[in-house]
């Protein structure tokens, strides 16, 4: 292997951008040398031994400029249980240039970040094909039709292998019953009735099950067996001590000379009977994917050159303009131009009321157009759209693995060579201090062990519960970006809520302009004028204010906005300051006369600030923000939860109280700088509450990337929200409510799960070794084991499945 690799840089304009990123490769250990190149904007990197793909990003980033890196979704096929994830993610891991890898047993895909110029596609899928799965090409989005294709072939060899067991169980019990063993004996010897068992079995076996065979030698060969290695191992025990009996039983001990042939087909067709099952049920886990993809439509109606005509989806570009009819489905994003209409979007948003569109509104892909029709310009397409993104989100979160997953993949691939020591230590147990005869008790008992056990529960456990929960999740207008969200959100014990858009509506309303000296309306118009240079909301509401009263706004100079305390700027010669309190007495202004006015409107709920002139107070100016729709019952159900819910506001003391009595709310953090948010929750978090923020997800970033779970308030447009671990469609703060209790019910699931596969295998594996038959007589049967075994992993994921009735707790009116 090189020591060598080249690295992509994004960000680098100037020579002293080389020089950075140079100094700060070179302060890695395992560097020895690095050299960058401005032209290709590329490094290459000389290690001490081999490439320490980790030092070389961590350097990159440490000097301000991101790696190029890329990220693909690979299909895997064959994967069966959690060791059978951790051989692919450690395979595909050992590429040099792969940054990193994650595998979804439940999806059967990888997702794989890598560094272009150094790993290759082709060498990804080489590593998974030497770790005895097959890759396949992987699309942007999973199509149906293959799911369907596996499963029929699933179906195919499942049919087959059962049409040749059947009569093995028939010719092997038959020739056992009282009347029939003689009417077996008259027709052929006992040998004659092995040979043909043995002519039965061999395709069951090597072609219906092949698919053990190929994946169990592939996991032998790297030292790391799983579930495939169990079965392959019992069932080719069972054939071979059978074909051994048949063609030479002189080998054996006396009475130990038995055909187990029909064990070795039940065993293979009843795991293909779970497999197939298992396939169905994984199908249905990913329901809410596919309802997603089912929601893109497949044309559009384009308007080009003054005619409509029908085109592909894919053949829309951004800018064209887009003709849809009464009950026509919304082909992709974009604001409307002509028309008026309900647009029902509730597949998108959870919101089941049609919502009103007309020119400069939003429309979205996926939703439905209700009684008029619309014409719009179209704005986003192919990965772009909201659509896409949901989807996308949905996928990353299921392919995400919480913490408990990731406990469970070390456990799952230590499990099975636990296992074979077991059943190795079983048959010698049984051989050594056994009845006679010996042997034979011996082979049962350790091919039980080998096939009762099942890694495949533990592996199923979590992926599925995830899976599920995040689909339901987005149908409900919940979109979980990681999956360890859903697990981290239920052990929440604290919620703190942002005050401006997310309890209220992020509109404040001009309530009142007192004028302490000067003209009310020359004051307005100077206010506004400056507000109109600002993009706070509160700008906007004196800017319609003055726009009501139809005054001119004079011309505006040396504007300067302070955040947190103010802004200030020259009007008609005159230096004005507008801010709250704590910004007035920075700047020395009295505000004696103003503060018992300025109270009795915080305890209003409405926010003072006030403006003064060269100096000297002018105006108290107040606004209120309504409070959003359902925001008390929403905080009434979250304290009902058991949640401790606090709100976060840069208001007044006064006026932040006076809102959160409205609301239900006891405990306050008000006066707070927009870059002290993050610090407040710090600050809680340091008292050893877990924390939820709920924000806007832009000017609350920091907040959100700081609290244990990020919930960023959505519009049902903005879902690209990045900083957020949960994001709400709906501004709705009901959506919290609900995200709560699935993640609560979630989380019960998985451990219900965790429980069921970890105390099956406790306590079946004992049993399978023998330990009831000194005191009961009784012995497992290795074709009963085989069952037991498919069956465990069906009761996960029929457990999981049970997330899909979950109902919301909450609903708007």
């Not at 109606?301 to 009950?327: A, C, F, K, L, N």
């Not at 704005?379 to 299921?398: C, F, N, P, Y």
């Not at 689909?471 to 979980?480: R, T």
């Not at 948010?677 to 050893?688: N, Y």
Request: a negative charge.
């Amino acid at each position: 292997m090189s020591n060598s690799i080249e690295v992509g840089i994004s960000g680098m304009s100037c020579a002293s951008c080389v020089g950075r990123v140079e100094r700060a490769l070179a302060n890695e250990p395992s560097i020895s040398s690095a050299q960058v190149n401005l032209a290709t904007s590329k490094a290459q990197v000389d290690f001490e031994n081999q490439p320490d793909i980790a030092a070389a990003i961590r350097a990159i980033e440490s000097a301000g400029y991101q790696p190029v890196t890329q990220t693909v979704d690979i299909a895997v096929h064959g994967m069966s249980c959690g060791s059978c994830v951790s051989r692919v993610e450690k395979a595909i891991n050992q590429v040099p240039g792969v940054v990193q890898a994650s595998v979804n047993l439940t999806t059967q895909k990888a997702s794989v970040t890598f560094l272009p110029d150094v790993a290759t596609l082709q060498k990804l899928h080489d590593a998974i094909r030497g770790a005895g799965y097959e890759p396949q090409k992987s699309e942007t989005h999973p199509v149906p039709d293959t799911e369907d294709q596996e499963r029929l072939e699933l179906r195919n060899r499942m049919l087959f292998a059962a049409a040749l067991t059947i009569p093995i169980v028939f010719i092997a019990m038959g020739k056992m019953l009282p009347g029939l063993d003689a009417f077996f004996a008259g027709i052929m010897s006992h040998r004659g009735w092995m040979g043909i068992e043995w002519l039965l079995t061999t395709p069951v076996l090597f072609y219906a099950g092949a698919r053990f065979f190929r994946s169990g030698f592939a996991e032998l060969r790297h030292l790391s067996p799983g579930m495939n290695s169990l079965v392959m191992i019992g069932s080719s025990a069972a054939y071979f001590y059978s074909v051994v009996a048949f063609l030479a039983p002189a080998v054996f001990p006396s009475g130990t000379a038995e055909s187990y042939f029909e064990a070795a087909a039940v065993i293979v067709t009843l795991i293909l009977l779970g497999r197939y099952f298992e396939h169905i049920a994984k199908g249905r886990t990913s329901e809410a994917i596919k309802k997603l993809l089912r929601l893109q439509a497949k044309t559009a109606r384009v308007v080009r050159d003054g005619e409509t005509i029908e085109v592909p989806i894919e053949d829309v570009v951004s800018g064209d303009r887009i003709q849809v009819r009464p009950g026509d489905r919304i082909p992709v994003d974009g604001v409307v131009e002509e028309g008026q209409s309900y647009v029902d979007e509730s597949m998108i948003s959870g919101e089941p009321v049609p919502v009103s569109k007309e020119s400069g509104a939003e429309v979205v892909g996926g939703t439905i157009n209700k009684n008029g029709s619309l014409v719009f310009r179209v704005t986003r397409v192919g990965g772009d759209t909201v659509l896409s993104q949901i989807v996308k989100m949905v996928e990353q979160a299921q392919a995400d693995k919480p913490p408990i997953q990731q406990l469970a993949d070390k456990i799952a691939g230590v499990f099975v060579p636990i296992v074979i020591l077991v059943a190795i230590i079983t048959f010698a147990v049984w051989y050594w201090f056994g009845p006679e005869p010996t042997l034979s008790f011996a082979f049962v008992t350790s091919v039980s062990v080998l096939l009762i056990a099942c890694p495949c529960a533990m592996g199923l456990a979590t992926p599925t519960a995830i899976m599920v929960s995040t689909g339901k999740g987005a149908e409900m207008g919940v979109l979980f970006r990681r999956g360890a969200a859903l697990e981290t959100l239920a052990k929440m014990d604290t919620v703190v809520l942002d005050k401006t858009g997310t309890l209220t509506q992020g509109r404040p309303e001009l309530t009142d302009f007192v004028v302490m000296e000067g003209n009310d309306d020359e004051l307005l118009s100077w206010v506004a004028a400056i507000e109109s240079q600002s993009e706070h909301p509160i700008g906007e509401a004196i800017v319609g204010a003055a726009k009501a009263r139809e005054l001119e706004l004079p011309g505006v100079t040396a504007f300067n906005n302070e955040p947190g305390y103010g802004i200030k700027a020259n009007v008609a010669g005159r230096q004005i300051h507008i801010g709250a309190d704590r910004y007035m007495e920075r700047l020395g202004v009295d505000l004696a006369a103003a503060k018992e006015q300025a109270r009795a409107l915080a305890e209003e709920g409405k926010s003072p600030f006030y403006a003064a002139v060269d100096g000297k107070l002018a105006v108290i100016i107040a606004v209120a923000d309504p409070l959003k729709e359902g925001s008390v019952e929403a905080i009434a159900e979250l304290r009902s939860l058991g949640l401790e819910v606090a709100m976060l506001t840069g208001d007044n003391r006064v006026t932040a109280e006076a809102i959160a009595r409205q609301v239900g709310i006891e405990r306050v953090l008000a006066e707070v700088l927009p870059q002290q948010k993050a610090e407040e929750i710090k600050r809680l978090q340091d008292e050893g509450r877990l924390v939820a923020f709920v924000g806007d997800g832009i000017n609350d970033a920091p907040a959100l990337a700081q609290a244990h779970v990020g919930i960023a308030i959505g519009t049902g447009t903005d879902v690209a929200i990045e900083a957020g671990d949960v994001v709400l469609m709906r501004g709705d703060l009901r959506g919290i409510v609900n995200a709560a209790a699935l993640s609560r019910r979630t989380r019960k699931t998985i451990l219900g799960n965790f429980f069921w596969a970890y105390g099956y295998n406790l306590a079946l594996i004992p049993v399978a070794a023998g330990v009831l038959f000194p005191v009961s007589g009784f012995l497992l049967n290795p074709m009963l084991a085989a069952g037991a075994m498919s069956l465990s992993s069906i009761f996960v994921l029929t457990n999981s499945l049970r997330l899909r009735r979950f109902r919301t707790q909450v609903t708007a009116q």
